[in-house]
């Protein structure tokens, strides 16, 4: 049971009804987590900004969609799986390529690379050998694109804690950690 309440979008306070607002102009829905989250205006416009930053960087939506994926099986948060898996779907992302990142896994070798190291970060609580930021090098990342990959991971800890803590109520169609994709999900 979700244990802090959604803020009302009809009764918030004006800055959080302004953030809600260019939110779901941007994406066309709010969500449950967003709504929690506005309990704080503060956080939301802090967490609003960290996703725009991402849409200035080098790192494609796919390559961002798959961390969210492969972090959400590690962390277990079936909030973020049923939202990666949401709009994955609707950005063209297969359902091959969904379950390989899951295990952090990927067809494309530069891909792969990242999810692996996405997923040494969270096992080690950030902790990573040399060898492993090198790894990156020689996969083609340069190294605006290791702080970008490392954002994205910093932002997908922040959502999958929030959402295992507040136990967010799920308001996309449900994926299970323990289950594959299902083939309604899939394209």
Do not use: W
């Not at 590690?74 to 899951?102: H, I, K, P, Q, W």
């Not at 930021?133 to 340069?142: D, N, S």
Request: one cysteine or more; hydrophobic letters at 45%.
């Amino acid at each position: 049971m979700q244990t802090l309440k959604p803020i009302d979008p009809s009764t918030a306070s004006a800055k959080t009804k302004k953030l809600l607002a260019a939110f779901e102009q941007l994406r066309g829905r709010s969500s449950n987590m967003l709504r929690v989250v506005a309990q704080s205006p503060p956080i939301l416009e802090a967490y609003l900004q960290f996703n725009r930053a991402f849409e200035h960087t080098r790192m494609s939506t796919r390559l961002r969609g798959l961390i969210t994926v492969a972090m959400a099986q590690l962390l277990g948060c079936e909030y973020m799986l049923s939202v990666a898996a949401a709009v994955g779907t609707r950005e063209g992302l297969s359902s091959e390529e969904f379950e390989a990142a899951r295990n952090a896994e990927s067809h494309d070798p530069k891909i792969a690379q990242a999810l692996r190291f996405a997923k040494r970060m969270v096992e080690n609580h950030g902790h990573v050998e040399a060898s492993e930021v090198a790894a990156l090098h020689e996969a083609g990342y340069g190294d605006e694109e290791i702080v970008e990959l490392i954002g994205a991971i910093a932002l997908n800890l922040f959502r999958n804690y929030f959402n295992l803590a507040v136990q967010t109520e799920i308001d996309f169609p449900l994926i299970r950690v323990t289950e594959p994709l299902p083939k309604a999900a899939a394209r």
